[in-house]
């Protein structure tokens, strides 16, 4: 194989996949590098939910629906705030994604699609997963992806590290710069399409991004936002952290480690009803624990300093609610052992070691018993009140907002390619998945299955057309 790809990807994620098996299917060479040891990147560790519209699957079903109609629901969800250039690419595409991964043997969970699940739902039945969650959209991309390895088609490195773009004296991008194991080297493209991921996995780059929003995350170790960093370098756009959303909610299981969040936190009142009562750091409650709408508990969490809450409850409640963290059944050992579960005699003992005001914590309990008492909670409208804390020891939980994903990311044009800060496009830099900012497809909100369905068919439609695209493009210079 030459030295001079016709395609280079850079990460061979939920989009980088996509786009190196299209655009060796259809003749090109490829280069992909990889700073893991192993393909699939967020893959593996996604919940895996997607969106697609006009699926062969739900017309088997007679659901009638369209990109359009999927496009707008979007923008209902997230209030207008999708960019509508890619919201409309995403939603006109994700249809034939979805197709092409049943071709290749992508099994939903068998009523799938619906049409919601762990956020706001959308109108129409749309929404799908598997049982081995985005493991199983991995397990359909990987043969293929391997065949077009071994057959010679797609020269693929891991353990490659990109460190940065190269330009040529016009500003295009020829090639990239990487670390291999210590060793550098450039390699040359005629085209290089950026596919690492996002930056959550990044402090440094988190906190310049997105100062007053403190990292609590958990995602792909290799979400260091390089793509975003060399290309910002070579003078592109970056923009998007303000429409960042946190997640509700999760618990460190380390203080001092961002990333170390506890798996299984059950919050979402549609897996089990609350018995505590939430409260900020004021030592007051901040949302009705038992809301319907994801969305409006994560804004209400969103506005609270530092997105912190803490989980409060009693000796009453902990015998008789639901486990909170099915995954963890000694989690009750925590409580007095661990910074993150305190455990106290009394209302005012709990309250100091939460570092709450005392005074607030006892008024705003006091008040929630007066509602449970009255079956009334004319504070905040909660309607499932199962009993009062009142039963010593106390407890809280110490919580806040997590993200899984990043923001801010690249500008694109409606082909893809990488922008400027002057809106012009870098020529032979194009760029799909999460380094275009979580925020561009879904807004400020969490719009079902709008990160992953959007790398994937970004990525699948990258591999299809860029060759098309740049021979149009010399065609027409
Ligand atoms: C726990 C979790 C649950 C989620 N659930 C959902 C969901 O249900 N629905 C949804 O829509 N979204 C979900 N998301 C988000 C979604 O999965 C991601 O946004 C999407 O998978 C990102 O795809 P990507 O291709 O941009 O990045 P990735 O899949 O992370 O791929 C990036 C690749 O680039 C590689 N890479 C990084 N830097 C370099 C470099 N310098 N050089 C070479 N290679 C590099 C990485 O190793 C990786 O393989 C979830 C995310 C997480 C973490």
């Given at each position: ?264 936190m059950q919050f979402a009142p549609q897996m089990r009803e609350p018995w505590e009562i939430y409260v900020n750091t004021d030592g007051k409650r901040f949302v ?85 008492d009255s079956g009334e909670d004319k504070e905040l409208g909660r309607v499932r009140m199962f009993r009062k804390i009142e039963e010593a020891p106390f407890y ?23 922008v400027k800060e002057d809106g012009t496009p870098i020529p032979k830099l194009y760029a799909a998945g999460e380094v275009l900012g979580f925020g561009r497809l ?36």
């Amino acid at each position: 194989m030459s030295d001079m790809w016709d395609v280079i990807v850079v990460g061979a994620g939920s989009a980088g996949l996509p786009a190196a098996i299209r655009a060796a299917e259809r003749g090109a060479r490829v280069l992909q590098v990889d700073a893991d040891e192993k393909i699939g990147g967020t893959l593996h560790l996604s919940s895996g939910q997607i969106s697609a519209a006009g699926t062969k699957r739900q017309k088997r079903l007679g659901i009638v629906d369209t990109a359009q109609a999927h496009y707008d629901d979007a923008q209902r969800i997230a209030e207008g705030t999708i960019d509508p250039t890619l919201g409309k690419l995403a939603t006109a595409n994700a249809g034939a994604t979805y197709d092409w991964l049943e071709e290749l043997g992508y099994e939903p969970i068998n009523h799938m699609p619906v049409s919601g699940g762990a956020h706001e739902p959308y109108l129409t039945r749309r929404y799908y997963w598997a049982e081995n969650m985005a493991v199983a959209i991995h397990d359909v991309l990987k043969p293929v992806h391997d065949k077009l390895v071994a057959d010679g088609k797609i020269d693929l490195r891991l353990k490659t590290r990109m460190t940065g773009i190269v330009t040529d004296a016009d500003g295009a991008a020829v090639g990239i710069t990487v670390d291999n194991g210590g060793k550098a080297e450039t390699l040359h493209g005629k085209n290089i399409v950026v596919t690492t991921g996002g930056y959550a996995h990044n402090v440094d780059l988190w906190k310049e991004m997105t100062p007053d929003i403190p990292l609590r995350a958990y995602t792909n170790d290799y979400s260091r936002g390089d793509g975003l960093v060399a290309a910002r370098e070579i003078g592109a756009k970056v923009d998007g952290a303000d429409t960042f959303l946190c997640t509700f909610a999760g618990v460190l299981d380390d203080p001092k480690d961002p990333y170390s969040t506890a798996l299984g936190m059950q919050f979402a009142p549609q897996m089990r009803e609350p018995w505590e009562i939430y409260v900020n750091t004021d030592g007051k409650r901040f949302v009705r624990e038992d809301h319907p709408s994801v969305d409006e508990r994560e804004h209400a969490l969103l506005a609270q300093k530092d997105q912190r809450m803490f989980v409060v409850f009693d000796e009453g409640i902990r015998q008789n609610a639901p486990h909170i963290n099915p995954l963890d059944p000694a989690l009750h050992d925590k409580f007095g052992n661990h910074p993150h579960y305190t455990k106290a005699d009394t209302l005012a003992a709990l309250a100091k070691q939460m570092g709450v005001d005392a005074a607030n914590l006892e008024a705003t309990v006091a008040a929630y018993n007066a509602a449970v008492d009255s079956g009334e909670d004319k504070e905040l409208g909660r309607v499932r009140m199962f009993r009062k804390i009142e039963e010593a020891p106390f407890y809280a939980i110490h919580a806040g907002g997590i993200t899984v994903v990043s923001p801010a990311g690249l500008n694109v044009t409606a082909d893809l390619q990488v922008v400027k800060e002057d809106g012009t496009p870098i020529p032979k830099l194009y760029a799909a998945g999460e380094v275009l900012g979580f925020g561009r497809l879904s807004g400020k909100a969490f719009v079902n299955g709008m990160s992953l369905m959007p790398a994937l068919s970004f990525g699948r439609l990258l591999g299809e057309k860029i060759l098309k695209w740049e021979a149009a493009r010399a065609a027409a210079e």
